[in-house]
């Protein structure tokens, strides 16, 4: 990533604002939303040896902005690269995964509509009416868990900072939300 784009992430990531300088017009606008991102390791493969930060080739200050990282491994097994290989080339000649059954009747692969317009719409409506609170049980394990990883100065984990503690919280309010619980 190049050095002016991890800058104005890592702006967008901690202040939540956006600078923009054009057409002689110099403003900063708010940007408050969820950032998914997806990277690959430095060298093509994961070392399991150096911390996320080195293996990204991200600085730890900027991936610690992160709420989640989630790790997908490419670790070679004979039996599973099989299996891939077959199921991949078995869509690839008969057009569908083997024992599917089809798309199913609340969807059409075709048009790409899963769900209506209108019902998106209700439903994003309902779920921002919901603002769901942490109770005593989980603010308990919350803290006690956030302690434990502060506590911990291991190579292998990401910087642990109070954001680290909000995570769990937004991330389980989310799911309070689209769930309606």
């Known amino acids: 990533m190049d050095e002016t784009d991890r800058t104005s992430l890592h702006e967008v990531m ?20 969820s950032i998914l991102a997806a ?10 040896n150096a911390s996320p930060s080195e293996n990204v080739n991200l600085p730890p200050a900027l991936l610690s902005r992160f709420d989640l990282l989630w790790l997908l491994l490419d670790v070679a097994d004979r039996d599973r690269d099989a299996q891939l290989s077959k199921h991949v080339t078995h869509v690839h000649v008969h057009g569908v995964a083997k024992g599917a059954a089809g798309g199913g009747p609340s969807m059409d692969i075709s048009t790409g509509d899963f769900m209506s317009k209108d019902f998106l719409r209700a439903y994003v409506g309902e779920v921002k009416r919901i603002n769901p609170l942490v109770d005593d049980a989980a603010a308990k394990m919350i803290t006690e868990t956030h302690c434990e990883m502060r506590s911990k100065r291991e190579r292998q984990t990401n910087v642990v900072t109070p954001r680290t503690l909000m995570a769990p919280i937004r991330l389980s309010q989310a799911v309070a939300r689209i769930r309606f619980s």
């Open 39 to 48: 990277s690959n390791p430095k060298f093509g493969r994961w070392k399991r």
């Open 14 to 33: 901690e202040q939540q604002s956006v600078s923009i300088a054009k057409a002689g017009i110099i403003t900063s606008l708010n940007a408050r939303t």
